[in-house]
């Protein structure tokens, strides 16, 4: 089965605390919502207390066009999907000795808060040594859905070319997304919630032998579930000053409602019933989010503290979140032979499931 061998997160450079953030937006929005004070409680309310920017908070100060954002972006997502591949590929953590860039057979790199043309990975590749014939990957549009999926299309490729060794590459700037002249609900509760990251794994197949320091996760089976008719629930409106958000309040009912039977499903096409998976590997979408992957999936709370520690850390950071979450059950909690679901949801709306098994 093809197995991830290692990962690594990044640390961006402005850390906000929540209750600064809050002041930040009171200070952007006052003056044209008459019911802020009402919205400012989510910053207080939901579970998250630190967040992780590319950009200072003065930064959202002053007037930016969309092309100034996306130049920013191309930049440093190129920077940080350069510095979170080096650091996996040389992750002393999981690696008993470096990869070097050249043997990697592919790149799948997941984003969808910036656009570029050529895709990042081209861009990384003129900064790292890879080889000239690596396939390149590139997926936008998956949001939150894309670190569990970008996992899941790696095993996928690895299940075809089995030699192959596969970097998942997932980096969002939503802060440079972030419009302060949208006086939106969702505008300011979105504020309170995203955050920057980016994180890399790498997934090899059944046929490359790897020496590593710890058990690590097999990949067992994935499965993906889309919803029709869904197009409205997240996703982006594109203006001419930007992103702008689409994310629906009901997101957590229609979790509540909806993933069980999938996730439940997918577990009994692998012979499993929840009671048996050890660890819930979840994007912590919001703090109600979290929530409703406990009601749905008869989980108690405290299945979901490593993923409520992450949202606490660093926010919704989109795609990389879930691999913030994974990479600590990697370093501190998994042990061989136990099993773990990965979830995440996105625009679609669509959810992506992972089972593992770590092995020796
Ligand atoms: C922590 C929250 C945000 C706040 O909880 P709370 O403090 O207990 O407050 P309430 O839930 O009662 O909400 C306060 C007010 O905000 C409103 N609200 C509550 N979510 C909403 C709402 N999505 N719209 C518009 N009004 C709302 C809510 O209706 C209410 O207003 P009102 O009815 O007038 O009292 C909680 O609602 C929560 O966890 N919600 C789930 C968040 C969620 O859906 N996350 C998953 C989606 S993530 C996603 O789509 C990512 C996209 C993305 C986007 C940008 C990027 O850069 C990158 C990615």
Same mark, same amino acid.
């Given at each position: 089965m093809p197995k991830i061998v290692s990962i690594s997160t990044h640390q961006l450079p402005y850390s906000v605390q929540q209750e600064n953030a809050e002041a930040l937006t009171k200070e952007l929005f006052h003056a044209e919502m008459p019911k802020l004070e009402r919205y400012l409680k989510v910053f207080e309310n939901g579970g998250i207390q630190t967040r992780h920017f590319?950009? /200072? /908070? =003065?930064? *959202?100060r002053t007037e930016h066009s969309f092309e100034e954002r996306n130049n920013l972006y191309i930049q440093l997502a190129t920077q940080y999907g350069v510095s979170v591949i080096q650091n996996c590929l040389q992750n002393e953590r999981f690696l008993t000795t470096a990869i070097a860039t +050249? #043997?990697? #057979? $592919?790149m799948i790199f997941i984003s969808s808060t910036g656009i570029s043309t050529p895709s990042i990975d081209a861009r990384i590749m003129n900064e790292l040594p890879f080889s000239d014939r690596l396939k390149r990957i590139p997926v936008w549009g998956l949001g939150c859905a894309g670190g569990a999926a970008g996992i899941s299309r790696a095993y996928d490729f690895c299940q075809a070319y089995p030699t192959a060794k596969v970097l998942v590459v997932c980096v969002e700037l939503c802060s440079l997304t972030f419009q302060p002249n949208d006086f939106s609900k969702s505008n300011i509760v979105g504020a309170s919630l995203f955050a920057d990251g980016a994180a890399c794994v790498l997934v090899c197949g059944d046929e490359v032998s790897i020496p590593t320091c710890k058990p690590l996760p097999s990949i067992l089976a994935t499965g993906s579930k889309w919803m029709p008719n869904s197009e409205e629930v997240m996703g982006w409106q594109v203006k001419n000053n930007g992103l702008h958000v689409v994310f629906q309040k009901s997101i957590p009912s229609i979790i509540t409602t909806w993933l069980g039977p999938f996730v439940e499903q997918f577990l009994l096409e692998q012979q !499993? *019933?929840? =009671? +048996?998976? +050890?660890h819930f590997i979840a994007h912590p979408g919001g703090k109600k989010v979290l929530q409703a992957y406990e009601d749905t999936l008869y !989980? $108690?709370? +405290?299945?979901n503290n490593i993923s409520r520690e992450i949202l606490r850390q660093y926010g919704n950071m989109s795609s990389p979140t879930v691999l913030y979450v994974l990479e600590q059950f990697m370093l501190h909690t998994a042990q061989q032979e136990d099993t773990g679901l990965l979830v995440a949801l996105g625009p679609g709306f669509c959810a992506e499931a992972v089972l593992l098994r770590w092995g020796s």
């Open positions: 590319c950009v /200072p /908070p =003065e930064w *959202h +050249q #043997d990697i #057979d $592919a !499993l *019933h929840m =009671e +048996q998976v +050890q !989980l $108690a709370s +405290q299945k």
